[in-house]
């Protein structure tokens, strides 16, 4: 497997592994996942390639990135200031 990205996260409650390839008909991995745990949540994001395109890459990155960013910033909002 050329060009891989290989991860996993465990604790005593899981085990998350992933893995994404360049595949057979590109020469870039345009793809991207994480897994992000924090305060006994776990969110596990994929964000597919654009199919080669330009900065699909980046695009796919960014995508992850800003959900864990929005995670982060919302993980411990009350119900309240949810209703609100």
Known sequence: LEDKFY???EN???FVEGITTVGMQRFENQDSFDFF???GNLLAIVADGMGGGNDGGI???LAVNTFKNKF???INITNKEINN
């Open 59 to 61: 695009a796919s990155r």
């Open 7 to 9: 991860r996993n996260l």
């Open 72 to 74: 982060d910033e919302l």
């Open 12 to 14: 005593q409650e899981f």
């Open 37 to 39: 745990y924090k305060d």
